[in-house]
């Protein structure tokens, strides 16, 4: 069989005209796209950020999607007004989709539509833009940027600065990255971020690069503060020793004041440009993905000989627990070379003495608690599951805390060698929800991913709290998770879907979880064939 062709395409995203569903204020638009191929599910692919206050939103966060020439891929791009912290979309005001086709997007390189309702009535005079680009350099760009002396645009209290990179098209400026907001401060040192080469200058060091830099306001009304021009080439000789310095010029106010200087200065103190490796770039050059499973054997789940149990063996030899091992146990096990998954159980009372455990082994070996593949941990659990008592209570720390002591062996080698991921499938809410907080937040600076299944029709919500996807999970003393490791999904969702359906949605995180995490550590895959690179930043 030929290999796929495939390639990796950038979405850019913005609209134009979108309905105002805020009384006093404007809509707060999100963009979320999903994607379908041959079945007639859709399912997520990722979100943009969320522009405060703002009917024409440029959305800064790119989709990057796999482009197969050969296969049919729907797209429907949905944009929401968000009211709320919760994940859940059903909840927040509808502005209007599009459905299109990949295939639509790039061999228009720029696509202009009207969104439409669910009904496909107009959603007012709102329209959508797609920008479509191959990525063919996977390099980025780390800076490290301050200013000083900007303009004060705000009557009380001071500017609140943030940079705005804009990447120069055909059709005009394209925005390729927005820094966060510094509070208060015309003097400001804004985090380091990094901007993948493509979305700056697609690769070319000469192309011409625009920055903004504006001043916050919640309503909105941003006010620019100054703007300047310049090239990676320029950009690329700052150093700490000798930045490079940019004057911040606000042309309307040069026009109308004499003798007009800037409206402050930007400063460049780190331009490097390195090699960003892939999630294939780690797996080829030798990085394991260790595979755990936790199974939830606690009292609420049922008695296992009555059919309503969720433990329940049906004559066909299924339960819910068994589908969610299977379909995510079989993409995983690819990427093991021995195969070996150790198993654990947890909520139950465990022979001899009858004690509850919160993290016992399926096979009752605590020296080796490993199952031969996918096959040997449904083995185990089919063999473990008359033995025991189910209990409570449904604490998730200790075997958080468990996979993460083999993480943080693992983090004492110099390369990106070894991930974990750990799959927990549970009936329902956590009992121990402070600890597993704490948990998430310290395996969050681990290389490790957790991913949990909700099997069952209990009510899931708190479980959004874990899964990250609407700001950092903070612990108990207010510590910030590193990055988010957390992935959750009812298996309600997917009953009736294909087995591919689950295991595509739970696991779609898992690798740029890894890429984030090694790149962040600045851990290359074990048989690296690139140089690291110099100082100066080339490749």
Known sequence: MAAQCVTKVELTVSCDNLLDKDIGSKSDPLCVLLMSSSESQWYE??????????????????????????????????????????????????????????GQVVSSKKLTRPLVLKNKTPAGKGTITISAEEIKDNRVVNFEVEARKLDNKDFFGKSDPYLEFFKQTETGWQL????????????????????????????????????????????GSHDLIGTFETTMTRLKEASRSSPAEFECVNSKKKQKKKGYKNSGVVSVKLCQVVKEYTFLDYIMGGCQINFTVAIDFTGSNGDPKSPQSLHYISPQGVNEYLSAIWSVGNVVQDYDSDKMFPAFGFGAQIPPQWQVSHQFPLNFNASNPFCAGVEGVVEAYRVCLP?????????????????ACFAKQALQQTTASQYFVLLIITDGVITDMDETRNAIVNA??????????????????AMDVLDGDDGRLRSLSGESAMRDIVQFVPFRQFQNGPREALAKSVLAEVPAQLVDFFT????????????????????
């Open 45 to 102: 692919v990722g979100r943009t950020e969320k522009v405060q206050n703002c009917l024409k939103p440029k959305f800064a966060k790119k989709f990057v999607i796999d482009y197969y020439f050969e296969i049919v891929q729907k797209l429907k791009f949905g944009i929401y007004d968000i009211d709320n912290k919760t994940v859940d979309l059903s909840d927040d005001d509808f502005l209007g989709q599009l459905e299109c086709t990949l």
């Open 444 to 461: 969050s600076r681990l290389p490790m991913s957790i991913i949990i299944i909700g099997v069952g029709g209990a009510d899931f919500s």
């Open 176 to 219: 390729a990255h927005r820094t966060e907001v510094v509070n208060n401060n015309l003097n400001p040192t804004w985090k380091p971020f990094r901007i993948p080469l493509q979305s700056l200058c697609g690769g070319d060091l000469d192309k011409p690069i625009k920055v903004d830099c504006y001043d916050y306001d919640n309503d």
């Open 520 to 539: 962040t550590m600045k851990l290359k895959p074990p048989q690296s064939n690139n140089p690291a690179p110099d100082p100066a930043g080339t490749i």
């Open 387 to 403: 033995q025991v008592k189910l209990y409570g209570p449904t604490n998730f720390s200790p075997i958080i805390n468990h996979v």
